[in-house]
């Protein structure tokens, strides 16, 4: 990268790239809340003490210490060592304030975005954290990191380190409110330890990090140690204080979720956040639990649920037909599901971004319809006329008029029974196997499998380990599995990573549905380069609809609580933050 003087800056950049004012903070609309010289976030205890060990757990195992490629399966929580130029606060929908950073410099039309670095910021080895860092993690991730950085950062024309504490991101347009936030997140990673390795391998050697903890020991696939670095530059910034308060965090891994349960309950670790509602409701009658040694709380939250469905692989021929993947949406009886397994804990989902203002309701309306009809003959007649409901049972497990429902739209598509049972078309055998890395979720695949063969289609389960499951979906060697697709609080760059046609056929991309829709990539557009809060609503509306009505996924549940369940040895702050649980930097160790 070439670099210049800020003299010659002034002569190469329009008056209002170079002529911002520095911020200490930066919100996507509106104005941040927290002002200049404030002293810490309100959901953290800034006189929390400093000690303890807290010890967490996780499922499967790891073979790598690098989250940032596509090979390998990373560990846990490695985030904990690397800071980013910003830092989101957890009680506002989009907003970063200065971490590595101490100020920004963003002009109104958004059209670049200018860090200054903190002097004191540094690398754990005592070296600074410079410009030319940045300049090499953004190369890097691009050239070398997983799928999603090109795509995530594929709006930014260059990247030049002015000064050795100074980095200007210049963007191929204006008018992108998020993208100078999204390069705020940029994790920077130091360019000189990485001059002797290859980035693009796993490694078990713990890497070197600028933030509040470093990995100080290993037990390859079984354990990881992390200590919290004695006098890092950045413990008493805004953004840290009353945060990252254990010496040690230890995370032990467990082959499946019963073995970890019983390990909580023995006490080998100290916090569980639960996600089978079955164990919350039936499985939390130890000891420990009913003489208070144990809590047991629900922690109401705001962030967006996002998608959790059965997801298709529409690469493969037996999904590429919509009438298809209709037909499988009234397979699922989700109300006898819930009641049977979830002791009717869950939500059902109605949006790729339920639980946030972003949902589609009713019929479109507005801004939402104008978006719309720009490509009115582009897309299904249903998402003008009715408003998307999933297929609904009484919950008596029998779901006769869903299934005779299914059985007509395959009917009327021409997929006919042959001797085995099992429906075909034009050679297209509707059969196909659902492929999951975690044993628990067979109870809820089984009665769907039942259902399925109702209608004249064939599937089965497999249960594969971590390894295979992140290399099988990396590679979308697959036919269905249960996946996700989360939410942040202001959707925007991401959107093209989930569901644009250039992420379908590159490996370990998030677009494991394999979408190729242009007026998809249109609206990815658009809400990348949404002008307005409002803007961004109707836009993400309209997206919502598109992808709801083209049955990618089937719907699956969610919930707006954490649950989680602590020792008593340990302390939360009284104000809790809507959009994160903060155990690892908002907790700590004292009665």
């Known amino acids: 990268m070439l670099k210049y003087s800020l003299l010659t800056l002034a002569f190469l950049l329009p008056f209002s790239a170079w002529a911002a004012d520095p911020v200490h903070g930066l919100a996507i609309h509106g104005e941040p809340k927290y002002k200049a010289g404030f002293t810490h976030f309100d959901y953290v205890n800034p006189d929390a003490p400093k000690g303890g060990t807290l010890r967490l757990s996780a499922l499967g195992t790891y073979d790598s210490l690098n989250p940032f490629i596509i090979k390998g399966n990373p560990a846990a929580n490695v985030g904990l060592i690397y800071n980013t130029l910003l830092t989101g606060s957890s009680d506002e929908p989009f907003t970063e304030y200065g971490d590595l950073a101490a100020t920004m410099e963003v002009p109104d039309d958004r059209s670049s975005a200018t860090f200054n670095i903190r002097p004191e910021a540094k690398w754990n080895d005592g070296k600074d954290v410079t410009a030319d860092d940045v300049v090499w993690s953004y190369e890097t991730l691009k050239a070398k990191g997983a799928p999603f950085y090109g795509a995530y950062y594929s709006d930014v024309d260059t990247v030049t380190a002015e000064t050795p504490k100074r980095v200007t991101f210049k963007f191929k347009k204006a008018g992108n409110r998020e993208l100078p936030l999204i390069v705020g997140q940029l994790p920077v990673l130091p360019k000189h330890y990485w001059a002797t390795r290859k980035f693009e391998e796993t490694t078990l050697e713990p890497p070197l990090g600028s933030g509040a903890y470093k ?54 670790y100290d916090v569980r956040q639960e996600n089978v509602a079955k164990i919350w409701a039936t499985g939390y009658d130890a000891p420990a639990v009913k003489d208070g040694r144990i809590k047991k709380e629900e922690i109401e939250n705001k962030l967006p649920a996002g998608m959790q469905g059965f997801v298709m692989n529409t690469r493969k021929p037996v999904f590429a037909d919509r009438a298809v993947r209709q037909a499988l949406q009234y397979a699922f009886d989700f109300e006898w599901s819930n009641k049977a397994m979830a002791h009717g804990a869950y939500k059902r989902t109605a949006s790729y971004f339920e639980n946030s203002e972003y949902a589609a309701k009713g019929l479109p309306q507005g801004r939402e319809l104008e978006i719309l009809n720009e490509f009115k003959s582009e897309l299904p007649a249903e998402v003008f006329t009715q408003e998307y409901k999933n297929p609904a049972t009484d919950g008596s497990g029998n779901a006769r008029d869903n299934l005779r429902r299914a059985m007509q739209i395959l009917d009327e598509a021409g997929y006919t029974i042959g001797t085995d049972g099992v429906r075909t078309k034009n050679g297209v055998r509707l059969s196909f196997e659902i492929v999951d890395n975690q044993p628990e979720f067979e109870r809820w695949v089984l009665p769907f499998i039942r259902n399925l063969k109702r209608i004249g289609i064939d599937a089965n389960f497999r249960v594969v380990d971590d390894s ?20 942040s609080l202001s959707p925007g760059n991401e959107q093209r990573e989930f569901w644009g046609s250039d992420k379908a056929d590159a490996k370990g991309s998030r677009n494991i549905i394999g979408i190729k829709n242009p007026v998809v990539d249109k609206l990815c557009e658009k809400i990348a380069n949404a002008a307005s809060q409002e803007e961004l609503v109707a836009t993400t509306k309209a997206l919502d609809r598109v992808l709801l009505w083209n049955y990618f996924v089937i719907p699956q549940w969610h919930t707006n609580v954490w649950k989680v369940a602590y020792w008593a040895k340990f302390q939360r702050p009284a104000n809790q933050a809507p959009y994160g649980l903060g155990i690892t930097d908002t907790w700590w160790a004292g009665k």
């Open 215 to 268: 990995i100080s020991a290993i037990d390859a696939g079984r354990s990881m140690t992390f200590e919290r670095v004695k006098g890092w530059w950045g413990e008493n910034l805004p953004v840290n204080k009353g945060r990252y308060n254990f010496d040690t965090i230890v995370v032990d891994y467990y082959r499946d979720t019963t073995v970890a349960v019983e390990a909580f309950f023995a006490g080998r």
């Open 468 to 487: 295979q499951y992140v290399a099988r979906m990396n590679d979308f060697d697959f036919d269905m599995t249960v996946s996700g697709f989360g939410q």
